[in-house]
């Protein structure tokens, strides 16, 4: 156990739902990450703030998903009208920022893994 | 961000030692070498770092090659459950705390 809780771990949907993750990530850490890994792949970067401030989205976050982090705690991740290839696992990382750079250790959590049918 | 190769898959026996190599020819000079490794079922989790000296903890050794063009993570006693995938990623410390890009990393299979 990492200290990095996600929840749900298991999330069955039927295209076109809504649906949304939360990762609570170790409580003095700064920084949170979300990842999303497809079978055989390794993860791919997402999104990531730092405190509340959401400071890089990469293209693969496309107008459907929303990430948030409300007084820089927990952060959710929403997938609106999902489709059958936003199946996958859904990681959550944190670390902190003031850290010694040459580290900066990633804690992630188990996952969310999405399944659309 | 400069690119690593590694294999695919590897194999070993429970109790033996296992080098997992790791190609970067295009290493910066500020490109700190970082391996994470992701249990079944489980997210990634740090292993070992290193800069340009080899480098050792509880969980593995870092072996550098000297022009760094290649680094090789030692398991010195495989055991069932070090059976993950493993990533070797670089991190350029000028950039600071950015993400973290994966590749398909090593696959590997420890027979009892």
């Known amino acids: 156990d990492t200290g990095v809780s996600q929840d749900p771990r298991h999330k069955i949907t039927k295209r076109g739902q809504n649906v949304t993750f939360r990762c609570d990530p170790i409580s003095e850490h700064n920084r949170l990450y979300w990842y999303r890994q497809t079978l055989g792949q390794g993860p791919e970067f997402l999104t990531y703030f730092q405190n509340e401030a959401q400071l890089e989205k990469s293209r693969l976050l496309s107008d459907r998903f929303s990430a948030e982090r409300p007084k820089g705690s927990f952060s959710t991740l929403e997938i609106q009208r999902t489709e059958q290839g936003d199946s996958a696992m859904y990681l959550c990382a944190s670390t902190f920022k003031w850290g010694e750079p040459s580290t900066d250790t990633q804690y992630f959590g188990p996952g969310t893994r999405l399944t659309v049918l | 961000d400069a690119k690593t190769t590694q294999p695919n898959s590897m194999e070993s026996n429970e109790e033996e030692p296992v080098h997992l190599p790791c190609n970067h020819s295009?290493?910066?000079?500020?490109?700190?070498i970082h391996w994470y490794r992701q249990l079944p079922s489980q997210g990634p989790e740090y292993v070992i770092h290193g800069l340009t000296s080899n480098v050792n903890n509880r969980m593995a050794s870092l072996a550098i090659a000297e022009d760094r063009k290649s680094s090789t993570l030692i398991l010195h006693r495989a055991t069932l459950r070090d059976a993950a995938v493993y990533y070797c990623?670089?991190?350029?410390?000028?950039?600071?705390?950015?993400?973290?890009?994966f590749g398909t990393g090593t696959r590997l299979l420890v027979s009892p």
């Open positions: 295009t290493i910066s000079g500020t490109d700190y």
């Open positions: 990623i670089l991190r350029d410390v000028n950039t600071g705390f950015q993400k973290l890009v």
